[in-house]
Structures are given as C-alpha cells and as structure tokens.
C-alpha cells in the first residue's frame, strides 16, 4: 500500500469528520447556519427533517456524534499507518478497509430510512456515504493483506494502542455531543427570554426639540455655536441608538423591555379552555393559551421551549393549546396555504384529546413534522405515539372534531390572530415570545404568588 493512497485515505477520514460535525452541531440546533445554507432552513431543509427525526440518535447518542467518533478513529489508524513500516501500513491500511467497509453497509442501511421511514434525504449524511465509498475504493488494493493482520507482534502493539486511542476519542465527542444537547436545551430556554432584569439598555430617544435648530448668519458666533452644539448632541444619541443595536445583548434587553411594556398596556380577554388540552395543574394561576399549527416551525421551537420550562414553574402555570392551522382547507381567513395538511394533523390532535394521549400525539408531529401529510398520514404518527388507530380514523371524519377545529379557528379570528404563534397569558396577548418569562413575572406579582426559589 503507497504512502499516497493511505495519506488520501486520511483525507477522506478528515473531510467525513468535518461534515460529521456540521451534522453535530445541526442536530442539537446550535450553530447550524452552515447546514441552513448547504441544506436549505425549515420544512424545506431536508437534513432538517432527518436531524429531527427518532433515527437520528441511539438513546441520548446522536448518531452525528458516532460518525465524529468513527472518523477520528479512522484518522489515528491511518495515521498509525503513515508512521510505521511497510508490512505494519499494509495491515494497517486492511484494518481501516474493513472498518470503512462496514461504515458503506450502515450508510446503505441508513439511506433506506432516508428514503422510505423519513421520506427525505440529508445532503451531508449522502456526503459522508460517499466519503465512506471513497475510502474504501482507495484503500481497495490492500484486501488481500487483511488476513495477515493477526501474524505480527508490531501490527497487534499497534492496533491495541489505535483501540485505546479510540476509546478515548469516544469518551471525548460523547462529552462534546452532551455538552451540545444542554447548549440546544439552554437556547430554547433562551427563546423565552429572561426571567432577572435586564442589563440597562440606553432608550433611542427623539431629536432634541428643547431649541430649534437655528441658521448661522454671517458673523453671528453665538448662533453658529448653538448650531454645533445642536448637532454634536444629535450625534451622540445616534451613536447610542446604533450602539443599542450593534450589541446583540443591549439590543436583546431593549427588545424585552419594549415587550413587557406592551404587555402591561394589553387588555384582557377571555378565552374558551373548556374541553382545550392543558398541561400543567388544572388550577394553576397563571394561564397561557398557544395557538399553534402542527406544521410551524416556530410552534415547534417554542414547544421545545415549554418543555424545558414547565418543570420550573413550580405548578404555577398551565399551558393550553389551541389549533389555528395556516391551511385553507380549514381555515377560511387564509388567502393562501402556507402549510399543506396542517388541518388535517389539527384534526388529529383533537381526536388525540378524546382519547387522554393528546400530548404525546403533540410531541410525535413536532419530533419530526410530516410534509403534507395525508389522513393515513396522521393514523400512523398517532398510533407509533400509542393512541388507537382505529378509533382515531373514526374520529377524524366525524361532525364533532371538526366543529371544535372550527370552535378553534373561530376564536382566533375573533382574537385576530393572524400567524403562528401566538400567545396568551391570562388573557394578555403577547406580542413578542421573548418577553414570556417577564409577563409570567408580572401575572406572578400582580396575583400575590410566591416568587420561585433559585
């Protein structure tokens, strides 16, 4: 085996490492605008779908975080390979060709539930699988060395130390892949916005109108330096105002305060939660009311959000969900259908309702959202999620599930909603979801409750 077909081979490892990563970070949601642009954002991004999905991870392992593994594997055995002899780089190099040859037989495995579980392909995973090709047909002419692997004292020094180097190396991304998953929990938190006051952010304030801009004229110093004055003071609040925006944290906390104000200044108005599926204490205090499609990717964000919330509310707040599909076959204020079959999943979390499983039939759609999804569509996801199938397609077509999708859509145009999504609480629409966590704030001290405890 030639140095160069090995140092080739170690250029396939490096590149399927590099593509594993971006797969890493884009599957816990952070950093992903690389993926965005080589895959396309949202619904539309098919290595969105496959991140999102229930085969993207073996247990709380990501499956992007064992191809980081496997090919940091791969480059310390090659790299073995590179620095040993002849007849150690030729069994070196056959080790790696079958390692590289097992990888290709999971990547077939894993594009057959690309391709008819998920119903759509992830650019970078197809990319790793033809890393994975690659390397095997460069590596293809040492085949035949492969059986002499076990014959040499210095091959086998040097395997035990590539397995050890690879334990370690497991050990690592492992850490790293964990570390990701509570920086994606805390960026969904983040969503919500901040519970402890803000930073001080300075408050873009109106030109000066105390004196009247004036005109110098010819020989008149005291006019001409009023001008300067004037104008050196507007410039200083431009540059604060462009300070405001240029510091993503300063901007952040100005947002905040702009929501929370518009918060207090909402009126209150009621809202029909008979009947509506709610998590949290019946009696909770503190009500938010969500009006969610199945198929927004911003509902789902703010799913994700809730769900790291809920634990710490201390059983002061119940979350409500009510369907406001943006789909014209059931939602007549639309003058366009921005998501194909929304109605239909709508439907099917009503039905979910009926029988007690609305909640885990909410996570299977928002764990991996179908695209438009048929009525078969919404039977198979309701029933891995564990409902009754049967029933459930009774349901579907029934008088009464599409009069409360109605009762639904009804009351949020009475409301005016017009986009997804939006939030009440205790009545209070809120205008912007990065003031949640202060609007619970206020509904907590305006009601007398006990502040949660850090």
């Given at each position: 085996?030639?140095?160069?077909?090995?140092?080739?081979?170690?250029?396939?490892?490096?590149?399927?490492?590099?593509?594993?990563?971006?797969?890493?970070?884009?599957h816990h949601g952070v950093g992903s605008a690389t993926v965005q642009g080589l895959c396309g954002a949202?619904?539309?991004?098919?290595?969105?779908?496959?991140?999102?999905?229930?085969?993207?991870?073996?247990?709380?392992?990501?499956?992007?975080?064992?191809?980081?593994?496997?090919?940091?594997?791969?480059?310390?055995?090659?790299?073995?390979?590179?620095?040993?002899?002849?007849?150690?780089?030729?069994?070196?190099?056959?080790?790696?060709?079958?390692?590289?040859?097992?990888?290709?037989?999971?990547?077939?495995?894993?594009?057959?539930?690309?391709?008819?579980?998920?119903?759509?392909?992830?650019?970078?995973?197809?990319?790793?699988?033809?890393?994975?090709?690659?390397?095997?047909?460069?590596?293809?002419?040492?085949?035949?060395?492969?059986?002499?692997?076990?014959?040499?004292?210095?091959?086998?020094?040097?395997?035990?130390?590539?397995?050890?180097?690879?334990?370690?190396?497991?050990?690592?991304?492992?850490?790293?892949?964990?570390?990701?998953?509570?920086?994606?929990?805390?960026?969904?938190?983040?969503?919500?916005?901040?519970?402890?006051?803000?930073?001080?952010?300075?408050?873009?304030?109106?030109?000066?109108?105390?004196?009247?801009?004036?005109?110098?004229?010819?020989?008149?110093?005291?006019?001409?330096?009023?001008?300067?004055?004037?104008?050196?003071?507007?410039?200083?609040?431009?540059?604060?105002?462009?300070?405001?925006?240029?510091?993503?944290?300063?901007?952040?906390?100005?947002?905040?305060?702009?929501?929370?104000?518009?918060?207090?200044?909402?009126?209150?108005?009621?809202?029909?939660?008979?009947?509506?599926?709610?998590?949290?204490?019946?009696?909770?205090?503190?009500?938010?009311?969500?009006?969610?499609?199945?198929?927004?990717?911003?509902?789902?964000?703010?799913?994700?959000?809730?769900?790291?919330?809920?634990?710490?509310?201390?059983?002061?707040?119940?979350?409500?969900?009510?369907?406001?599909?943006?789909?014209?076959?059931?939602?007549?204020?639309?003058?366009?259908?921005?998501?194909?079959?929304?109605?239909?999943?709508?439907?099917?979390?009503?039905?979910?309702?009926?029988?007690?499983?609305?909640?885990?039939?909410?996570?299977?759609?928002?764990?991996?959202?179908?695209?438009?999804?048929?009525?078969?569509?919404?039977?198979?996801?309701?029933?891995?999620?564990?409902?009754?199938?049967?029933?459930?397609?009774?349901?579907?077509?029934?008088?009464?599930?599409?009069?409360?999708?109605?009762?639904?859509?009804?009351?949020?145009?009475?409301?005016?909603?017009?986009?997804?999504?939006?939030?009440?609480?205790?009545?209070?629409?809120?205008?912007?979801?990065?003031?949640?966590?202060?609007?619970?704030?206020?509904?907590?001290?305006?009601?007398?409750?006990?502040?949660?405890?850090?």
């Amino acid at each position: 085996m030639s140095r160069n077909r090995l140092s080739l081979a170690v250029l396939f490892a490096c590149a399927g490492a590099f593509l594993s990563g971006l797969l890493l970070f884009d599957h816990h949601g952070v950093g992903s605008a690389t993926v965005q642009g080589l895959c396309g954002a949202g619904q539309e991004s098919g290595c969105e779908q496959v991140s999102r999905s229930q085969y993207s991870s073996i247990g709380s392992l990501s499956l992007a975080a064992v191809g980081v593994s496997f090919y940091g594997s791969m480059l310390l055995l090659l790299a073995f390979g590179l620095a040993s002899s002849d007849a150690v780089r030729e069994s070196v190099a056959g080790v790696a060709l079958l390692a590289f040859g097992a990888a290709l037989a999971v990547d077939v495995l894993l594009f057959g539930i690309q391709a008819f579980a998920i119903g759509a392909y992830c650019r970078l995973c197809l990319a790793t699988y033809a890393v994975n090709l690659a390397a095997v047909v460069t590596l293809l002419p040492v085949r035949s060395k492969i059986g002499a692997v076990l014959a040499q004292t210095e091959v086998l020094r040097a395997l035990s130390v590539w397995v050890v180097g690879s334990v370690v190396v497991a050990f690592a991304v492992g850490a790293v892949d964990q570390a990701l998953a509570s920086a994606g929990a805390r960026q969904d938190t983040d969503l919500l916005g901040a519970s402890e006051p803000a930073p001080p952010a300075p408050e873009p304030e109106p030109p000066p109108t105390a004196e009247p801009l004036v005109s110098a004229a010819p020989g008149d110093d005291g006019a001409a330096a009023r001008l300067e004055s004037q104008l050196q003071a507007a410039q200083a609040r431009i540059r604060e105002l462009q300070a405001t925006l240029d510091d993503p944290q300063k901007f952040q906390a100005y947002q905040e305060q702009k929501a929370a104000e518009n918060f207090e200044r909402q009126p209150r108005v009621e809202l029909d939660l008979a009947g509506v599926p709610s998590k949290g204490p019946a009696e909770a205090p503190i009500r938010v009311v969500e009006f969610s499609d199945f198929l927004c990717p911003f509902c789902r964000n703010l799913a994700g959000a809730f769900g790291g919330f809920m634990p710490q509310s201390q059983g002061r707040v119940a979350i409500f969900f009510k369907n406001y599909p943006l789909d014209q076959a059931c939602n007549p204020v639309m003058t366009r259908t921005v998501h194909d079959g929304a109605c239909e999943l709508a439907l099917g979390g009503i039905c979910a309702e009926e029988q007690g499983k609305f909640w885990p039939y909410h996570d299977r759609i928002f764990a991996q959202p179908p695209t438009n999804p048929s009525n078969d569509d919404v039977v198979r996801l309701a029933t891995e999620a564990g409902l009754d199938g049967n029933a459930l397609r009774q349901c579907l077509s029934s008088p009464g599930a599409r009069a409360k999708l109605d009762g639904d859509i009804t009351e949020g145009r009475r409301l005016e909603v017009n986009s997804t999504p939006t939030v009440f609480v205790n009545g209070k629409r809120l205008e912007q979801i990065g003031g949640f966590l202060k609007a619970i704030e206020s509904e907590a001290k305006r009601l007398g409750l006990p502040m949660p405890s850090p």
